[in-house]
């Protein structure tokens, strides 16, 4: 079974910048679709953004376009999502998730079968 490690979270001021990383223990992620999360406290979790399997469709929500971008790095064996332009909402728990489901991704949570433990990334300044 995959398991699945984020890192690269911190304390930004409004208005910058972090890159993300999702990476999988003992193996590759080229063959999974990914999709990175956030649960802020007193909301639910929420779809952030994701990239499909194979093809490498990707998707943002509408709160995170024009400022987040997912990518694979298949050389380091990781997708990043790097976060520009970074506001006080976008303070989070921020999980990445797979799945070797093919097709177009999703950000509904139900359509991941792994996770990683999440790492904090705090706006603020």
């Known amino acids: 079974q995959v398991q699945i490690v984020e890192s690269g979270g911190g304390l930004v001021q409004p208005g910058g910048s972090l890159r993300l990383s999702c990476a999988a223990s003992?193996?590759?992620?080229?063959?999974?679709?990914i999709g990175w999360f956030r649960h802020a406290p007193g909301k639910e979790r929420e779809g952030v953004s994701c990239?499909?399997?194979?093809?490498?469709?990707?998707y943002y929500a509408e709160s995170v376009k024009g400022r987040f971008t997912i990518s694979r790095d298949n050389a380091k064996k990781m997708v990043t999502l790097q976060m520009n332009s970074l506001k006080p909402e976008d303070t989070a728990v921020y999980y990445c998730?797979?799945?070797?489901?093919?097709?177009?991704?999703?950000?509904?949570?139900?359509?991941?079968?792994?996770w990683g433990r999440g790492t904090q990334v705090t706006v603020s300044s």
């Open positions: 990239i499909s399997r194979g093809f490498g469709s990707k």
């Open positions: 998730a797979a799945t070797q489901t093919w097709g177009a991704c999703a950000l509904s949570r139900s359509w991941y079968d792994y």
């Open positions: 003992g193996g590759t992620l080229d063959v999974y679709a």
